[in-house]
């Protein structure tokens, strides 16, 4: 079954750093990126960033001014969002997607993961 | 950043209507959109990329069009899992894609 599974849910300070794991299973991970996008309570859908799976090429959205960081171990099929120096409006749904594409990127999604859930609080 | 605008918000529509949504970018994104299905506690689905091509296995009923800055998503007969909210995105602004604030598409 192709799928992505997510790690759990994760509740952290103000301050502090989360890192989040993507499983991937049923296709050939390193054939395709692999992106981040995150959904605050009530908010719109908001990208973060994507790695190569076949060369671990990383692209990050400037929003996060340098908090984010993906990375990935290819003999586990995974892939990482690390965010750091949280705070409050870090408080969200953060997906893991499947770029369309195999080998390069063209940034829409096919797959999705099913979410894991992070909340900031003191 | 291309900032996406999508209308109405909400969309009041009975069963086996026709439902059309708009989605506008604040400059082109030529045909470099794609539309997304999510339904509550679900992750988003594909539906339709490069303005109009379906996803696969996404029904004929769901059709989408424009390019440049005006876009839309037309469901031609809502079905009963069809109500749910959608979003578009544009990955023209390549790598700063951005997401429409959605519309919820529910049952008049």
């Known amino acids: 079954q192709v799928q992505l599974v997510q790690s759990g849910a994760e509740v952290k300070k103000p301050g502090a750093s989360v890192k989040l794991s993507c499983k991937a299973s049923?296709?050939?991970?390193?054939?395709?990126?692999i992106h981040w996008v995150r959904q605050a309570p009530g908010q719109r859908l908001e990208w973060m960033g994507y790695?190569?799976?076949?060369?671990?090429?990383?692209k990050y959205s400037q929003n996060f001014q340098g908090r984010v960081s993906i990375s990935w171990n290819t003999s586990a099929s995974t892939a990482y969002l690390e965010l750091t120096s949280l705070r409050s409006e870090d408080t969200a749904l953060y997906y893991c997607?499947?770029?369309?594409?195999?080998?390069?990127?063209?940034?829409?999604?096919?797959?999705w993961g099913q979410g894991t859930l992070v909340t900031v609080s003191s | 950043e291309i900032v996406m605008t999508q209308s109405p918000a909400t969309l009041s529509v009975s069963p086996g209507e026709r439902a059309t949504l708009s989605c506008r970018a604040s400059?082109?994104?030529?045909?470099?959109l794609a539309w997304y299905q999510q339904k509550p506690g679900q992750a988003p689905r594909l539906l339709i990329y490069?303005?109009?091509t379906r996803a696969t296995g996404i029904p004929a009923r769901f059709s989408g069009s424009g390019s440049g800055t005006e876009f839309t998503l037309t469901i031609s007969s809502l079905q009963s899992e069809d109500f749910a909210v959608y979003y578009c995105q544009q990955y023209n602004d390549w790598p700063l894609f951005t997401f429409g604030p959605g519309t919820k598409v529910d049952i008049k």
């Open positions: 490069g303005a109009s």
């Open positions: 997607a499947r770029d369309f594409e195999q080998h390069y990127v063209v940034g829409w999604f096919d797959l």
């Open positions: 400059q082109s994104v030529s045909s470099n």
């Open positions: 790695i190569n799976a076949g060369n671990g090429n990383t």
């Open positions: 049923g296709y050939s991970f390193s054939r395709y990126a």
